[in-house]
Every structure is written in C-alpha cells, then in structure tokens.
Nanobody, 120 residues
Framework: QVQLVESGGGLVQAGGSLRLSCAAS????????MDWYRQAPGKQRELVAA???????SYADSVKGRFTISGDNAKRTVYLQMNSLKPEDTAVYYC??????????????WGQGTQVTVSS
C-alpha cells in the first residue's frame, strides 16, 4: 500500500517562514502529480500549489510569489516553502499525490495533514 507522511507545520509569527514536507512510500511505480491543499475552519478546502512529474508548477493567486513548491522524485517527496506568512495562511495543509502503483492501479493519496498557524 501507499502512505504519505507530512511534516513541518507549526506556529510562526506573521512574516515568518515554514517548509512543509510530504514523503510517499510503498509500492509506487511512478508519480504523476503532487499537490498541496489547505483547509481552514469554516472554509472550503483550496488548492494551494501543484507540481507535475515534469516539473511544471502552479499556485493559487493568494500565495503566488510567497510559496514555492518543489519535488524530489527520487525521494518521492514534495516540499512547500512558505515565506512571508500571513494570518490568513493559517490552516491544515494536506498533500495529495496522484500516482501509479506497481500493480498498475492509478489513484490519489492524501497525507494526514499538518497544522500551520500564523499569528499576527
């Protein structure tokens, strides 16, 4: 089976930085895309950033210029570098990976979530 383990969340003051990591393990043949989502209490979940196996990236307008997504395919790990953090960035951040298992199964897998809290 496949598991995603997230780390790097925490409490930081506005203007600070955090780096989130999400490592995939298990019977993986290849990874198609790795994404970061976030969800704040009472708000809908939103896509924050995405990266393809070819290295193409995209960002939500709200984080563009402040967040950077990157990946290490050999390590099956995706990162989210978050700079100039704002209180409105406070949320639980989830990684999502679309991958092909060695069995040939294609599907989406989710990390457990990591809390990011930005104080003003």
């Amino acid at each position: 089976q496949v598991q995603l383990v997230e780390s790097g969340g925490g409490l930081v003051q506005a203007g600070g930085s955090l780096r989130l990591s999400c490592a995939a393990s298990g019977s993986i043949f290849s990874i198609n895309t790795m994404d970061w989502y976030r969800q704040a209490p009472g708000k809908q979940r939103e896509l924050v950033a995405a990266i393809s196996s070819g290295g193409s990236t995209s960002y939500a307008d709200s984080v563009k210029g402040r967040f950077t997504i990157s990946g290490d395919n050999a390590k099956r790990t995706v990162y989210l570098q978050m700079n100039s953090l704002k209180p409105e960035d406070t949320a639980v951040y989830y990684c999502n990976v679309n991958l092909i298992r060695r069995s040939g199964y294609v599907g989406d897998y989710w990390g457990q979530g990591t809390q990011v809290t930005v104080s003003s």
